[in-house]
């Protein structure tokens, strides 16, 4: 059982990284697309934002229906991710905006199939002690996540239309290792549904509402994170060396969001088990928090700089992620738990739509040396509410250690 649950973590954690490419395939080529549909450069931040729209869309569908309860988990990722596949790479047949944002739009509801559905997988198969598995599994979907930029590096001199196909060809592997190659757990989960009518009593359970609002911080600052260090970096490269080739670019996005945030999320994982789901969030979101207010005085400095501040940056932003999740599933009563954790990924994702967008607002008021400031908003309000949240943690594992020495 111990074997083949690290076995089938080992087929889920690789499926989700190559489904999660889907994300950010269409953002890493923003400036083809811009031409090719003829966009304003102020449309570029919604080929990422259009992506969480979607996914909040499909989450609450496929929530409100229990479609992965319904139907195997399996099968629902897998034909999650070859639509997801099929959507992404009908991009290289549109020349209009309308269209391609839409298809982008579709592709995030795909991928609501995709990673809350792993999520649900990799809980059947590890019904207990999973920290260090989820933590491995948000390994994959950053890794995910950061390989159009990879992909970038040797296509750069390419069609743009090569990052579109290699990131829908690997959605497909995906579909193909879940569908084929992945086996149903042993174990099932119990139906966690979600339901409109007990929004109102996740609302009111105070411990889930600050696991709520760390979470809210730490999403207002990933995503835009993620969407917007690349072109940071390009830009502040190009200022310190202007003859710097496009690759260096690409591969310095891809180790700090994929490589640095991989091996953040895994050491998250490992962390937390030992210190508490609360502490690691608190050091985690105080680094990151530092890294939004440091990075801009680096902009245009030496590139070494950057780059170590940016890779500690893209670790600490991430290392946290899964604990949220994980918080909320352990205060709240077992009746609103797929609620509560439905409500928590769609606000959270719903964040990031407006976090997105206002970086290049601001960037034209401020410029790049004080631009990532406001991210830090996000983390300076989630570690007042995990700091809160310690206390109900307290007093939660108090209580249990109390019931099991009666016992």
């Not at 795909?110 to 792993?118: E, M, W």
């Not at 970038?152 to 196909?165: A, C, G, P």
């Not at 042993?186 to 966690?192: D, G, I």
Request: with cysteine; aromatic share 12%.
């Amino acid at each position: 059982m111990i074997r083949g649950s690290w076995r089938a973590l080992v087929w889920i954690g690789l499926a989700e990284l190559c489904a999660l490419s889907l994300w950010f395939s269409a953002s890493v080529i923003a400036p083809e697309l811009i031409q090719v549909w003829n966009l304003s450069s102020n449309s570029e931040a919604w080929l990422s934002a259009s992506v969480p729209i979607g996914f909040v869309i499909g989450a609450l569908v496929s929530s409100y229906f229990g479609i992965a309860d319904r139907f195997n988990p399996r099968k629902v990722l897998a034909v999650s991710a070859f639509l997801g596949a099929l959507l992404n790479v009908l991009l290289i047949l549109v020349d209009q905006a309308f269209f391609g944002i839409l298809l982008r739009i579709l592709t995030g509801v795909s991928l609501a199939g995709v990673y809350p559905t792993a999520v649900k997988i990799l809980s059947q198969w590890f019904p207990k002690k999973r920290g260090l598995a989820v933590g491995i599994l948000i390994a994959a979907l950053t890794l995910g996540s950061s390989l159009p930029h990879f992909i970038v590096i040797f296509t750069s001199s390419l069609n743009w239309q090569l990052v579109i196909i290699c990131s829908s060809i690997l959605a497909l592997l995906a579909a193909i290792i879940v569908n084929w190659v992945l086996k149903d757990a042993p174990v099932t989960t119990k139906k966690l549904p979600f339901s409109f009518k007990l929004i109102k009593k996740v609302v009111s359970n105070k411990p889930v509402m600050l696991a709520n609002y760390g979470y809210f911080g730490h999403m207002w600052e990933l995503y835009a994170m993620w969407t917007w260090i690349p072109i940071f970096l390009t830009a502040s490269f190009t200022s310190y060396s202007p003859g710097i080739p496009p690759w260096f670019i690409a591969l310095s996005s891809f180790i700090i969001i994929g490589i640095a945030g991989g091996i953040g999320c895994v050491v998250g994982g490992l962390v937390s088990d030992k210190i508490g789901r609360a502490n690691l969030t608190i050091i985690s979101m105080f680094i990151s928090a530092i890294c939004c207010i440091l990075i801009g005085f680096t902009f245009g400095q030496y590139i070494w700089l950057t780059l170590l501040l940016s890779i500690i940056w893209g670790m600490s932003v991430i290392a946290d992620s899964a604990q949220f999740s994980a918080a909320v599933s352990e205060v709240s009563e077992v009746e609103y738990v797929g609620t509560a954790l439905t409500f928590q990924m769609c606000i959270g994702f719903l964040i990031t739509i407006f976090s997105i967008n206002l970086i290049p607002i601001i960037q034209r008021l401020v410029g790049w040396e004080w631009v990532f400031t406001c991210l830090a908003i996000g983390p300076i309000l989630g570690i007042v509410s995990m700091v809160q949240y310690k206390r109900h943690e307290f007093y939660n594992v108090k209580g249990i250690n109390t019931a099991l020495k009666k016992l």
